[in-house]
């Protein structure tokens, strides 16, 4: 799936996640922090779960500050999101929990959106450690964007909510693509 211009962190994953037909899906942010060989962890954890969240070892910078440890905060207490790092981009999940996600959000809040609505709908979510490396491809657009931000992204995603929409198209057979 390619995006002529850019539409956001959140356009990326809801056009993925749309045309995936395989049972399990992967997230795996194209940066290279995250060694693909690293997908037999997820893989161990996925049969007891609906969605696999990778942690990073070690934590990155910018996990270890105030502004994220409130933002952590928030999305644990208000959507009760309780993950060690809800900004890792390495995931596996099931295709039917996939469909059952609608992504409202075109920004980075994406991924605290995914699991927020995951735990909303009573899906299990496990983690497992996952090695990161320093990004050696793609910007990180993040330093200039405050948490902020984020909250008033998450404010204008929650205030009308979606869980049921085009883009949790019911699954199909194996070998075919949803339509779009």
Sequence with gaps: VHHI???????????????????LGLQLDGDNQYDAAQIDRL???INHVDVVCGYREPRPIETRG??????????????????????????LFRRTALRRIPIQSNGRFANAEVLAKATFMNLLVGE?????????AGLNARPDEGHRNLLREAAHVFRR?????????PDRSESALPTA
């Excluded at 928030?74 to 060690?84: K, T, W």
């Design 128 to 136: 497992v450690g996952v090695s990161c490396r320093e990004r050696v």
């Design 161 to 169: 909510p979606q869980f049921c929409t085009p883009n949790a198209t």
């Design 5 to 23: 211009a850019r539409e956001g962190y959140g356009a990326a994953l809801r056009s993925g996640f749309r045309v995936a037909k395989y049972p």
């Design 66 to 91: 105030v502004a994220y440890w409130f933002y952590r905060w928030v999305l644990r207490v208000v959507f009760a999101v309780r993950v060690r790092d809800v900004n890792c981009g390495f995931r």
């Design 43 to 45: 893989l161990g954890a």
